[in-house]
């Protein structure tokens, strides 16, 4: 099993940054590929990025320019370096491990109950105008 923990959510103003971290302690992402989603109230769990153990990169749409996806030197941490945030962007961020295949861009249900990969307990993102 794997163990993933998000850190970095807080509240920006518009335009601001953050830098999200999915890390899974006492282990490196050298046999998954991860993925970053999102969920805000009512909406549903949406892809936002993902890399492969190979440093293979993909992004959504509407952060394509704003985000980057990327691993630490170490590979035991994944980072999305979120900048020029919107409110569009308001939402809970989650990391997921799984195969590269396995990340659907959009889910119905709640992010953590989806029926692929490994989660973690996701961090809050909040941007106001």
């Known amino acids: 099993e794997v163990r993933l923990v998000e850190s970095g959510g807080g509240s920006v103003q518009t335009g601001g940054s953050l830098r999200l971290s999915c890390s899974t302690p006492?282990?490196?992402?050298?046999?998954?590929?991860i993925a970053w989603y999102r969920q805000a109230s009512g909406n549903e769990c949406e892809l936002v990025s993902s890399i492969t153990s190979e440093g293979s990169t993909n992004y959504a749409d509407s952060v394509k320019g704003r985000f980057t996806i990327s691993y630490a030197n170490a590979k035991n941490t994944v980072y999305l370096q979120m900048n020029n945030l919107k409110p569009d962007d308001t939402a809970v961020y989650y990391c997921?491990?799984?195969?590269?295949?396995?990340?659907?861009?959009?889910?119905?249900?709640?992010?953590?109950?989806?029926?692929?990969?490994?989660w973690g307990q996701g961090t809050q993102v909040t941007v106001s105008s």
């Open positions: 006492g282990a490196t992402f050298d046999d998954s590929d």
């Open positions: 997921a491990a799984d195969d590269i295949e396995s990340f659907v861009s959009r889910y119905g249900g709640s992010c953590p109950e989806a029926l692929f990969g490994y």
